[in-house]
């Protein structure tokens, strides 16, 4: 094998470089001379392996190639030769003599792009060459746009297709095939619509239908199940064109994938219409519900009730577990809402199709339930009685039992209103009478109630501005030692006399402190002015007594609650152990960690904790065990019976032994009856607080009543002689 000696050569855009293979030292002269007399670049391969070198070395931008080699085969050395090129477009033009059909077939089966015959006229080969150049570059060209479109086409995730009369179906983009998750682009319209949401396939069917038959465009929106399970969202616009004489239509449009789109869509409609805590309707949804149902009611001629919800004592769990708590509370609460709502039970037809939750979360702790197609009060009876059931049981929240219950006001359509800004008022204004009433119950609205709601609400105004009008005022009840007859206490509590009104009592006044917050203030300020009036009664020559405030639960979890109270401790000059607090069993029982951390720090300082209202709650013997009380002030629930029912009687005693066991001092509240303190005395009740010693009364008459108080004012003690007839009595 010989080999050429051509210099070496470089293409540019005016010299065009060719590669000449051929065995015959003439023929690549020639085909030289004749290149190189009309602008283009030559250079030489004498032999296929060096031909395949020099393409790999130079890269040619056209190859001429002699068919016919001593030592190889023509089509091998033409697979070689396209396989060493830098580029699929790089036009290979065999020379042949044209006497085997055959071999050129295989040459142009190898990778060959044109074959031109020998003797080859020299004149005409610039020419041809020129041409073939140019169409290769328009090819290159061309598929370098297809592959751009393709790749354009995916990361718009947007196909096109077609489909003609004379096809045998669509005929889709690479991009139109993935995204249907079909291997070829040619597919039967059946294929497509098997595909397509048994839902969306008469709409599609239509569409195409209407195309083809009416010339009539379409755009519409769809799901396809792909072969992997896939759903997924397509938009598909298509066009209209007429194919040859015989008017019949062909189809042409777009393909897109806007699955992306719309779950961003269904993510904002449902960020939108639904609490992301629960997963309920909230106050928007829930108001468009109402609507529709109101107006389905009224067609039907249907009673629909309306219940507004809301979880008693919320906020003194939110304060003392945190809120990370609060809102697993919540979610606890929405799927016992549910449980409780069951739709199969009393939703219309039409309307539990359409809207399958009949619940909805309106805000903080508010929830609300409709009820369509109510035919009885009883049903409505019912569902209430089954919230109170779910709500009943405990709730576990960072690792505690938790016990929780719901105020509910109840509107009926169409009595209580005919729409539902007027039907959500009179719920959410009979669901605070219930709380007024003792929470954990149901009203039903009434009209008395109207005004009673606009009274409480020009109430709660006025409360703001109470403190700064010094309207507020603390009165003392006195509490009498058993043993000794001295007194030895007194609770504050607290009053409200607004200018040229009747004095206020707490019960009226209190919950709406604890519902606006305003409950902290006046915590806050009873305290002070408590402490300071017992030092100014110690600074005036009066015994010294032991003053109790009560604290509120969300004064008790106010931050740094011990801290405020040394500060007024300090402030008005008071020693810590004159100082009582008065706590609730709900208040201990919500957070037993923090409770108790709190509870020490108060004990450090040396005030006194007692335990109120002992034995309404869940307390129990061990729960007292864990915390450092003080007293244990036994409720007058207990008390007021306490000489008519044995029962009374042997509860009382009970708790007074179970309070000494523990090393409390018992304090017995609600005391009126000579009876009542006999039986006190009798089972070693330290304390007593009640009408019969003392009503609650203003600083100037208490002091006067402490200093003309004698041991002797009430009966002594009972002798033996008279237990039997005081315990016939109890009895």
């Not at 805000?363 to 049903?379: A, K, N, R, T």
Request: glycine share 8%; hydrophobic share 40%.
């Amino acid at each position: 094998m010989s080999e050429t000696t051509t210099p070496a050569v470089k293409s540019s855009p005016a010299h065009p470089l060719v590669l000449v293979v051929a065995a015959a030292g003439d023929q690549r002269q020639a085909i030289h001379n004749a290149l190189d007399a009309t602008g283009f670049a030559v250079c030489e391969a004498a032999s296929g392996e060096e031909g395949v070198a020099r393409a790999a070395e130079l890269h040619p931008d056209l190859v001429l190639l002699a068919a016919e080699f001593p030592e190889s085969d023509g089509t091998d050395l033409c697979r070689k030769l396209r396989e060493g090129l830098t580029s699929s477009q790089i036009p290979i033009l065999v020379m042949t003599s044209g006497a085997d059909p055959r071999a050129i077939e295989g040459a142009l089966g190898a990778g060959a792009s044109d074959f031109v015959t020998t003797p080859l006229d020299t004149a005409l080969l610039a020419p041809r060459l020129r041409n073939l150049l140019r169409t290769s570059g328009n090819l290159a060209r061309l598929r370098e746009s297809e592959s751009q479109l393709n790749h354009a086409q995916r990361l718009a995730r947007l196909g096109s297709w077609e489909w003609s009369a004379t096809a045998e179906g669509l005929e889709l983009s690479l991009e139109g095939a993935r995204l249907l998750d079909l291997g070829k682009q040619q597919i039967p319209v059946e294929a497509l619509l098997a595909q397509v949401d048994p839902a969306d396939r008469p709409r599609v069917e239509k569409a195409f239908d209407q195309a083809r038959q009416e010339g009539k465009p379409f755009a519409l929106d769809y799901r396809v199940q792909l072969a992997n399970g896939t759903l997924r969202y397509l938009h598909t616009q298509g066009v209209v064109g007429e194919v040859g004489n015989g008017g019949q239509f062909a189809l042409s449009g777009t393909i897109q994938d806007i699955s992306e789109r719309r779950r961003a869509e269904e993510k904002i409609h449902y960020l939108a219409h639904y609490d992301p805590l629960t997963g309920l309707p909230n106050r928007l949804l829930f108001n468009e519900q109402l609507v529709y149902i109101l107006s389905y009611a009224r067609r039907k001629r249907h009673q629909l009730a309306l219940l507004f919800l809301d979880l008693d004592r919320f906020k003194t769990i939110n304060e003392s577990l945190g809120h990370r708590a609060g809102d697993e509370l919540l979610r606890q609460v929405a799927e016992r809402l549910k449980e409780a709502t069951r739709k199969t039970d009393f939703v219309a037809r039409q309307a539990r199709d359409e809207f399958p939750q009949a619940i909805a979360r309106l805000g903080g702790d508010e929830f609300s339930i409709w009820l369509p197609d109510i035919h009885h009060v009883q049903d409505v009876m019912k569902v209430l009685r089954r919230v109170h059931q779910v709500l009943a049981r405990p709730f576990s929240l960072e690792g505690q039992e938790v016990f929780i219950s719901s105020s509910i006001g109840i509107a009926l359509y169409p009595n209580d209103g005919n729409d539902v800004e007027s039907l959500l008022k009179n719920a959410d204004t009979a669901m605070r009478h219930a709380k007024q009433e003792g929470r954990d119950t149901y009203r039903f609205y009434s009209g008395a109630m109207n005004s009673a709601a606009r009274r409480l609400l020009t109430m709660e105004n006025s409360l703001h501005r109470a403190l700064e009008r010094n309207e507020l005022l603390l009165y003392y009840q006195p509490q009498l030692d058993l043993a000794s007859g001295t007194i030895c206490g007194a609770e504050t509590l607290m009053r409200w006399h607004q200018q040229g009104k009747d004095l206020i009592m707490p019960g009226e006044f209190i919950p709406l402190a604890e519902e606006s917050g305003l409950i902290v203030q006046l915590g806050e300020w009873a305290l002070h002015a408590a402490c300071n009036q017992a030092q100014c009664w110690q600074d005036e020559g009066l015994p010294q007594l032991q003053i109790a405030v009560n604290l509120s639960s969300r004064q008790f979890w106010k931050e740094h609650l011990a801290t405020s109270v040394a500060r007024v401790l300090a402030e008005t000059g008071l020693d810590p152990r004159w100082l009582h607090l008065e706590l609730t069993e709900n208040i201990l029982m919500q957070n037993r960690v923090g409770t108790l951390a709190t509870l020490n720090f108060l004990q450090e300082l040396g005030v006194g904790i007692a335990l109120d209202d002992f034995g309404t709650g869940l307390f129990s013997l061990s729960h007292l065990k864990q915390f450092p009380l003080n007293d244990l002030k036994i409720d007058r629930s207990f008390i007021r019976d306490l000489h008519l029912l044995k029962e009374s009687g042997l509860i009382v005693k009970a708790i007074i032994n179970m309070g000494h066991s523990l090393g409390f001092r018992v304090v017995a509240e609600g005391v009126e009856h000579q009876e009542q303190l006999a039986i006190l005395r009798q089972e070693g009740c330290d304390c007593a607080q009640g009408f019969l010693i003392g009503k609650p009364m203003p600083a100037e008459e208490f002091a006067r009543f402490l200093r003309s108080w004698r041991p002797d004012a009430l009966p002594a003690p009972l002798r033996p002689a008279d237990k039997a007839k005081a315990s016939t009595s109890a009895s």
